[in-house]
């Protein structure tokens, strides 16, 4: 019985001899499974399927929902707090269409840096198939683009990123850490503007994405508080006893209006809106009326009652601030007004009395 035994063993032991020695190349070629190190993985919640809370129904991976909750956080922040302000003249395509109810474009916008910061931080299963940074920031390349961003800005965006993050609940330094870090590689290509120079006066009031007037007409946003500084001005002008001194000058206008004739009103309005609206970065609406010089002279232009003085020019300036003021515009771009309206190019070619 023992010597059965012992064949037995014997047997089963060159069995496994041969089965490992018939296996031996596939051994040689085996590789165990990479765990999954990723920041994505680690730090975010990986490929752990969850509910979608945007789309009732379908699953999402937990690190992808994450990375779109701080996205979605993001933009809204920028619209919503005022301390961004300065970053919201970038969006003025998207917050007009958000303002019409149109939510496409924030649907792409979050989907593109979502799937951007996806791969970038490891994730396997989403890659970004967007524009460049560098084209994406460019407005003459990207026509949803309002502006090109400087270093400051850049930096204040990055802030926006740390605040919703942090609001979503992923505040802690192992997180925001390379968080910024990936932000920080991308500056060279997203910052376009030299540090000290200004956006546009006109893409700051709305740019050239085209909003309803009220009266059905759509416009360029940025036209849009042109137009209604102006319009105030001149009414100020008519009404306003504060402004009885300017009124000699608009008689033939003022006759006008009062026999209903709204055509001078409209003209007046609209040449002053499009000289300004040319004169803070329009790209689109040029001033094609008389020259400052001509237009104030009576000898040439017959609508013209008598040669501006300086202190009435002055007066006029303080019925654009105003007008301005009446229509909710900030004081600052009041500020940048008043610096194009008493430059001496301007004012010597109007001041003639």
């Given at each position: 019985?023992?010597?059965?035994?012992?064949?037995?063993?014997?047997?089963?032991?060159?069995?496994?001899?041969?089965?490992?020695?018939?296996?031996?190349?596939?051994?040689?070629?085996?590789?165990p499974?990479?765990?999954?190190?990723?920041?994505?993985?680690?730090?975010?919640?990986?490929?752990?399927?969850?509910?979608?809370?945007?789309n009732?129904?379908?699953?999402?991976?937990?690190?992808?929902?994450?990375?779109?909750?701080?996205?979605?956080?993001?933009?809204?922040?920028?619209?919503?707090d005022?301390?961004?302000?300065?970053?919201?003249?970038?969006?003025?395509?998207?917050?007009?269409?958000?303002?019409?109810?149109?939510?496409?474009?924030f649907?792409?916008?979050?989907?593109?840096?979502t799937?951007?910061?996806?791969q970038?931080t490891?994730?396997?299963?989403?890659?970004?198939?967007?524009?460049?940074?560098?084209?994406?920031h460019?407005?003459n390349?990207?026509?949803?683009?309002?502006?090109?961003?400087?270093?400051?800005d850049?930096?204040?965006f990055?802030?926006?990123v740390?605040?919703a993050?942090?609001?979503?609940?992923?505040?802690?330094?192992?997180i925001?850490?390379?968080?910024?870090?990936?932000?920080?590689?991308?500056?060279?290509?997203?910052?376009?503007r030299?540090?000290?120079t200004?956006?546009?006066?006109?893409?700051?009031?709305?740019?050239?994405?085209?909003?309803?007037?009220?009266?059905?007409?759509?416009?360029?946003?940025?036209?849009?508080?042109?137009?209604?500084?102006?319009?105030?001005?001149?009414?100020?002008?008519?009404?306003?006893?504060?402004f009885?001194?300017?009124?000699?000058?608009f008689?033939?206008?003022?006759?006008?209006v009062?026999?209903?004739?709204?055509?001078?009103?409209?003209?007046?309005?609209?040449?002053?809106?499009?000289?300004l609206?040319?004169?803070?970065?329009?790209?689109?609406?040029?001033?094609?009326?008389?020259?400052?010089?001509?237009?104030?002279?009576?000898?040439?232009?017959?609508?013209?009652t008598?040669?501006?003085?300086?202190?009435?020019?002055?007066?006029?300036?303080?019925?654009?601030?105003?007008?301005?003021?009446n229509?909710?515009?900030?004081?600052?771009?009041i500020?940048e007004f008043g610096?194009?309206?008493?430059?001496?190019?301007?004012?010597?070619?109007?001041?003639?009395?």
């Amino acid at each position: 019985m023992m010597r059965k035994l012992n064949q037995l063993m014997a047997y089963l032991l060159l069995g496994s001899v041969m089965v490992f020695s018939s296996c031996g190349d596939d051994y040689e070629d085996y590789e165990p499974p990479v765990m999954d190190d990723s920041f994505y993985a680690t730090k975010l919640g990986g490929e752990t399927m969850v509910a979608d809370p945007n789309n009732q129904g379908q699953m999402i991976e937990q690190g992808y929902l994450n990375l779109r909750t701080v996205v979605e956080g993001t933009v809204l922040t920028i619209a919503s707090d005022d301390k961004y302000a300065e970053l919201r003249p970038y969006f003025n395509v998207l917050l007009a269409e958000v303002g019409a109810n149109d939510l496409s474009g924030f649907t792409a916008l979050v989907k593109d840096f979502t799937e951007l910061l996806a791969q970038s931080t490891g994730a396997q299963n989403f890659t970004y198939s967007g524009m460049s940074m560098a084209d994406a920031h460019d407005p003459n390349k990207n026509d949803r683009m309002n502006g090109m961003i400087d270093n400051d800005d850049f930096d204040l965006f990055v802030q926006a990123v740390v605040q919703a993050a942090t609001e979503a609940g992923f505040g802690s330094n192992d997180i925001l850490g390379p968080v910024g870090e990936l932000l920080g590689g991308t500056r060279d290509a997203i910052v376009q503007r030299e540090d000290g120079t200004m956006i546009d006066l006109y893409t700051r009031l709305g740019g050239t994405v085209m909003v309803d007037d009220g009266n059905g007409n759509m416009v360029e946003a940025g036209y849009l508080p042109l137009q209604a500084v102006v319009t105030e001005t001149v009414l100020l002008v008519a009404s306003d006893p504060e402004f009885a001194n300017l009124k000699p000058y608009f008689p033939v206008l003022l006759a006008e209006v009062g026999a209903n004739d709204l055509s001078g009103f409209n003209t007046l309005v609209g040449n002053f809106s499009d000289l300004l609206a040319q004169s803070i970065g329009s790209t689109n609406i040029t001033y094609s009326g008389m020259n400052m010089a001509d237009a104030h002279n009576p000898d040439v232009n017959s609508r013209m009652t008598g040669k501006v003085t300086s202190e009435d020019y002055d007066l006029f300036i303080q019925a654009v601030v105003k007008a301005a003021t009446n229509k909710g515009v900030p004081e600052s771009i009041i500020g940048e007004f008043g610096a194009l309206l008493t430059s001496e190019g301007l004012k010597g070619a109007i001041v003639q009395g």
